[in-house]
């Protein structure tokens, strides 16, 4: 924590999401319409809403649920992207219904200190290079 403190363990899995296509190992194969999903979770209760961004979250759109949507439960979702073969970073932001949302790498960094590894619900960032190959990257 911020104060020095390890924060190790804890019952509640917060809020998360994860976009599971494209990814490194399913790379973008051309350029055109692209069926972008991904999985939400929180163990505060059902996800409400995920958005996805293509810009490393300047921008955002609301993805649509593909899954029925239960307490404490994997959620899927997944919306069209066209991709023109530019390089991308992309990114999904979930809501759970308490109204809590995902955040970013600097803001759990402000509430949990700069060592902490356990429970990192941080938004994730795949960045999508102009050849189609898919690789993890961090933004603050």
């Not at 917060?14 to 999903?37: L, R």
């Not at 409400?48 to 593909?66: I, L, Q, Y």
């Not at 997944?78 to 992309?90: H, N, T, V, Y």
Request: glycine share 10%.
């Amino acid at each position: 924590m911020p104060d020095g403190r390890a924060r190790e363990f804890t019952f509640v899995q917060e809020c998360n999401s994860v976009v599971t296509n494209p990814c490194p190992e399913k790379p973008m194969m051309k350029p055109g319409k692209v069926w972008v999903e991904g999985l939400a979770w929180s163990g505060r209760g059902r996800i409400k809403h995920v958005d996805v961004s293509f810009d490393g979250g300047v921008t955002w759109r609301e993805a649509k649920f593909t899954s029925e949507v239960f307490p404490r439960a994997l959620t899927r979702f997944g919306l069209e992207w066209d991709w023109q073969g530019q390089s991308a970073m992309i990114q999904s932001r979930a809501i759970d219904e308490t109204g809590f949302v995902q955040p970013t790498y600097g803001q759990l960094r402000a509430a949990r200190g700069e060592n902490s590894i356990y429970h990192k619900n941080a938004i994730h960032t795949w960045k999508v290079n102009t050849d189609g190959s898919v690789v993890n990257v961090q933004i603050s």
